[in-house]
């Protein structure tokens, strides 16, 4: 029992051992490959690699040599030794590498270089902080562009909008001043009317019987005259007045109506190029439009004026006014 306590020590120590030699051949593997890779390169670091191959060599020897010394002798002595050397090859597996950078008598290039990556570094900054500088100074700029064009722009709506508050105060007070000029409509009884346009009567006025008319081919009451004309001859006020409407009719064609005064009012048919607007004021011998081309209900008459006088919207004989 106790002969296999001895030989499952003995196998625990050489596998130990062996585990030792492994691993301090693995780190000086290690080591030439850094080293060769880093060749090219000064660090500042120098680990001296060949002093721990060296080391691993004559620990390996040791232990060959303590390992046979076990296996002839068989004695406790000899296992305490072995024991011991063991320990020291397994304080050997350290990282030479932290004791190298850390030891006082190694120069450390990282403090070295640090001023050198700082003032990169500020010069960088720099360089950036200029950069950026300009870009401000440049958004600086493109914002001054901009804003001198909305300020252009600013103006042109401005400029823009006084004209057209300019113009329609200008017309607000030319309506204000025609109003303010215009005669009391004070057509009457025994006032006349001026021809609108020169050229025989094609129907006659009739509300007591009925006339014929040749485009409709029937006979009917007539409220106005129809006036013989040539187109684009020039119709004119046939009295003072103001126009009350302007508008489009199928029989009548284009049509102006003005007040007189006292309840008298004049319709213009059959006209074009109109030059009065509702609201204003014509004087009499006024040109307010042009003969326009018959619509299809005065075919057969030909060009003519459609002129009819009311009085409270009751049809009036112009012929008795016209002289």
Not at 255 to 279: A, C, F, H, P, R
Request: net charge negative.
């Amino acid at each position: 029992m106790r002969r296999r306590n001895r030989d499952g020590a003995r196998k625990e120590k050489i596998i130990m051992a062996l585990s030792s030699v492994f691993v301090l051949a693995a780190l000086t593997a290690t080591g030439l490959f850094i080293r060769g890779k880093n060749e090219d390169r000064s660090d500042g670091y120098v680990v001296d690699f060949s002093s721990i191959e060296n080391n691993g060599t004559e620990l390996a020897q040791n232990d060959t040599e303590n390992v046979q010394e076990i296996a002839g002798t068989g004695q406790r002595g000899n296992m305490q030794e072995t024991e011991n050397s063991a320990v020291t090859a397994d304080d050997l597996d350290y990282d030479p590498y932290y004791q190298e950078t850390n030891s006082l008598s190694v120069e450390n290039e990282e403090e070295e270089t640090e001023p050198e990556e700082k003032t990169a570094e500020q010069s960088n900054a720099g360089s950036g902080n200029d950069k950026d500088r300009e870009k401000n100074e440049k958004g600086e700029e493109g914002m001054m562009d901009e804003s001198k064009d909305t300020a252009d722009s600013g103006e042109q709506d401005g400029t823009l909008e006084e004209v057209a508050a300019m113009e329609e105060m200008e017309d607000t007070m030319a309506i204000a001043t025609s109003t303010s000029i215009q005669p009391a409509l004070t057509f009457g009884d025994e006032d006349s009317l001026t021809w609108p346009i020169v050229g025989n009567v094609l129907i006659n006025y009739s509300m007591d019987k009925t006339v014929y008319f040749p485009t409709l081919e029937q006979y009917k009451y007539n409220p106005a005259i129809i006036i013989s004309a040539v187109e684009g001859e020039a119709i004119t006020a046939a009295a003072n007045g103001k126009v009350s409407s302007v508008y489009q009719n199928p029989e009548l064609g284009n049509v102006v109506v003005m007040e007189l005064g006292n309840g008298y009012e004049l319709t213009y048919g059959q006209l074009k190029d109109i030059t009065v607007s509702e609201g204003g004021f014509v004087n009499q011998g006024e040109i307010i439009g042009n003969v326009a081309a018959p619509t299809k209900y005065y075919s057969v008459e030909g060009c003519n004026v459609y002129f009819k006088l009311t009085k409270n919207g009751v049809p009036v004989n112009p012929m008795s006014k016209l002289h």
